[in-house]
């Protein structure tokens, strides 16, 4: 019989064994949850993907049913799932995560059973089942009972389908998609492949900005029919009563050329096993059909669906380890990885397996001769966060993004606003490059040629309005010291203050390159922001050309976004206090700390600060500019995160806006974040988890780790002091440099 003291031991002992081995068998990938943001307007969706890739096969079900709530023939929408919509019409290959404006989400893939029909108002079906994970979506179609798959690899796609017995069908819709734009061509090249190109592009409200997709599809069974369709004109008189197509889908089940137009596609029939599967696999380019059959070559043929599942998700694995956490609870977890997860998404790689990517705004084709050409630049979001962040955490990924955005000026001759697959859309405004590279190279990466990089900054900052791609009204900020109000709603304030921010960095590039008179010059139009303060109202105002203030004036304006004339999405309160590079100044302009604090703590207090809207995501920061005032900081951070970020579909505040959301959350519970762009600075706040270690590249910051400890044990609870590498520190602030030099933090209670 064992004793007592043998048997405790043995407990001890089973349970530690139990304990080590679940350690072992955690994935991080377990925490993701990709349904978070697809409703409540986040636009994320939870199809298969992996980091940065070209390629994502999403399930698309925003068209063809009254069913759905949401439907992007009938109102603006700007994603191709919506969590609360029941209609499922295929599978859309390449797609935009947490944007504002539809775009790509096309090459529309579904599986079908019975009756052919190739309308998608009729072939559609409710779902049930849905699973998704990083690098993997399944769902269940209850039409027909058909089990759909999805995976991903960097430029290609992998469906699976598992039929019923009977007559079955695969369709490529080319004639749908979330696209503005219209036009594709297919041809079938053998029984079981085809291949074409679609027409996207048009992205916010851009007409010209347009680009092509080239595809090259192929299937794992050869069917028993197959042919194309095409949706055909309406007809009227004689010419209606001789064509018994018009109006209508047109099957063509003799013709096997080369097939164009605005809505066409091709069918496939087979004749199907009980719980046959049937895989199609889809390889995508940006440059030709020769380099998307390529790239299907390369990452696809030879592999069936659960080995590509798999890469993708070591690839998913590998990436969120670069961060592990300890403590917390597990829906902070899945709220973390989650956030790294969505991050992770943009920008995308564009470059082809043997390097070609499309010219910036241009017809050429061009080699990257080695390294990653990335595209889908949301500066205006992520500039504020996003970049920081990849900066200290995927410093190599990063530098390639700063060489991508070089070679876009080297091409182009601007830096990009807002790029998308080598058109540059212009939405939203200001010069974001700048502080981004900025911030990048006082942190350390400096693979590139900073003078070059320092003349396109210059050109943007100098040149006339006409001439000036990325500051139009640069003829104003340049004499006058702001932008004036010279449209009803011509967003002149917000444009303006995007270009202190720019300007601010600017000069601290300057000024790190010896350009003293260029260093003071610039910090000196950073500091114009004060034309646009109302001592009246106790926030920035629209100014006229005169140099008065608009009047009438309503400080909520904007609230709901409704137009406003002088702010772009949102209203004067989500803008005033977005000066983070000259907080000391705007506090002296209103009053002194005591004011500062009690006009900041009211935007919250009276319901104006809104998480969704950018140039007011840093506000519970800037609290911690102030000594005894930190605690605003921690206290705001914490209730935010609580109250806008779950687990549930509805998870994100709003629109993710490619990461930055995410980003938000994530570094706000890592308890670091980078209120302003282009200082290489960071607050910092009590984070939510015990232990955080970020595994640093000694490439770049010559340690391979950064460790951040202390949580608060409950609420309430706030930061006594900071010690960081074993000394206290005296600011709630940190550069990045001593971050890096110190390498542990940690936060006493």
Not at 137 to 149: A, F, G, P, R, V
Not at 267 to 282: H, N, R
Not at 470 to 497: I, K, Q, T, W
Request: glycine fraction near 10%.
């Amino acid at each position: 019989m064992m004793s007592m003291r043998r048997l405790s031991w043995y407990v001890v002992g089973v349970v530690l064994l139990f304990t080590v081995g679940a350690s072992a068998q955690e994935r991080l990938i377990d925490y993701v949850r990709p349904f978070v943001g697809t409703t409540n307007f986040g636009t994320t969706n939870p199809g298969a993907v992996v980091p940065h890739g070209m390629m994502s096969v999403v399930p698309f079900n925003v068209m063809g049913s009254d069913q759905n709530r949401y439907d992007k023939d009938s109102r603006w929408w700007s994603t191709p799932y919506e969590h609360t919509n029941s209609y499922f019409t295929g599978f859309s290959h390449v797609n935009l995560s947490g944007v504002g404006c539809p775009e790509l989400g096309s090459l529309l893939v579904m599986p079908t059973t019975g009756k052919l029909s190739v309308d998608f108002r009729e072939y559609g079906s409710a779902y049930k089942d849905e699973v998704a994970s990083p690098g993997y979506y399944s769902n269940h179609l209850t039409k027909y009972d058909i089990k759909t798959e999805a995976t991903a690899t960097v430029r290609g796609g992998v469906t699976r389908f598992t039929f019923p017995k009977g007559q079955s069908h695969i369709l490529l819709n080319l004639g749908e998609g979330l696209t503005n734009e219209s036009g594709a061509m297919l041809r079938r090249v053998s029984d079981v492949e085809v291949e074409g190109v679609k027409l996207l592009g048009t992205f916010c409200y851009n007409p010209q900005a347009v680009f092509p997709i080239y595809f090259v599809m192929r299937l794992s069974k050869t069917p028993s029919q197959q042919g194309y369709w095409k949706l055909q004109r309406p007809m009227k008189g004689v010419e209606a009563e001789w064509d018994p197509d018009q109006g209508k889908y047109k099957l063509y089940t003799k013709y096997t050329k080369e097939l164009a137009g605005d809505d066409v596609g091709a069918y496939f029939t087979f004749d199907t096993e009980a719980d046959e599967t049937i895989e199609v696999q889809m390889g995508v380019s940006f440059v030709s059909i020769e380099n998307a059959r390529e790239n299907l070559r390369q990452e696809v043929s030879g592999k069936n669906f659960d080995e590509v599942r798999r890469e993708a998700e070591n690839l998913w694995e590998k990436d969120l380890s670069r961060i592990r956490v300890e403590g917390g609870t597990l829906e902070q977890k899945q709220i973390f990885y989650t956030a790294l997860y969505h991050i992770l998404l943009h920008p995308n790689i564009l470059q082809d397996v043997n390097g070609d990517y499309p010219q910036m705004e241009g017809g050429e084709i061009l080699n990257t001769g080695g390294g990653n050409r990335y595209t889908v630049f949301s500066l205006w979001d992520t500039y504020r966060n996003v970049h920081q962040f990849l900066t200290l955490v995927y410093p190599e990924r990063q530098m390639d993004m700063l060489k991508s955005m070089l070679g876009m000026y080297q091409e182009h001759g601007w830096f990009p606003k807002w790029e998308l697959y080598g058109r540059e859309t212009l939405t939203m405004e200001g010069d974001p490059a700048i502080p981004v590279f900025v911030d990048s190279y006082l942190k350390g990466l400096r693979d590139f040629d900073i003078q070059t990089v320092y003349k396109a900054m210059y050109k943007s900052a100098t040149t006339s309005g006409s001439e000036n791609l990325l500051r139009p009204d640069n003829d104003d900020y340049l004499s006058l010291g702001y932008v004036p109000l010279r449209g009803e709603f011509d967003n002149s304030v917000s444009h303006a203050l995007e270009y202190y921010v720019a300007d601010n960095a600017l000069s601290i590039l300057a000024q790190e390159l010896g350009y003293k008179a260029d260093a003071r010059r610039f910090r000196q139009q950073s500091l114009g922001y004060k034309h646009y303060y109302s001592p009246e109202f106790k926030t920035f105002r629209p100014k006229l050309p005169d140099g008065t203030f608009l009047t009438p004036f309503n400080p909520k304006l904007g609230e709901n976004f409704e137009p406003n004339p002088g702010f772009h999405e949102g209203s004067a309160y989500n803008y005033t206090f977005f000066v983070p590079h000259d907080i000391k100044g705007l506090t002296r302009l209103m009053g002194g700390k005591r004011a500062f604090i009690n006009n900041l703590q009211a935007i919250f207090d009276e319901g104006h600060y809104d998480p969704t809207n950018e140039p007011n995501i840093a506000y519970p920061y800037l609290f911690s500019y102030f000594r005894g005032e930190e605690w605003r900081t921690q206290k705001l951070v914490t209730e935010l995160l609580e109250k806008h970020f779950t687990t549930e579909p509805d998870g994100l505040p709003g629109n993710d806006d490619t990461g930055t959301m995410s980003c938000w959350a994530l570094m706000s519970m890592m308890g670091l974040y980078p209120d302003c762009p282009g200082v290489p600075e960071y607050t910092l706040t009590a984070p939510v988890f015990d232990k955080v270690v970020i595994t640093l590249d000694p490439k770049y910051f010559g340690k391979s780790e950064l460790v951040i400890e202390g949580a608060p044990s409950h609420k309430g609870q706030y930061i006594k002091s900071i010690k960081l590498g074993g000394r206290k520190l005296k600011s709630h602030r940190i550069t990045h440099q001593a971050l890096i030099e110190g390498g542990h933090i940690k936060f006493e209670y």
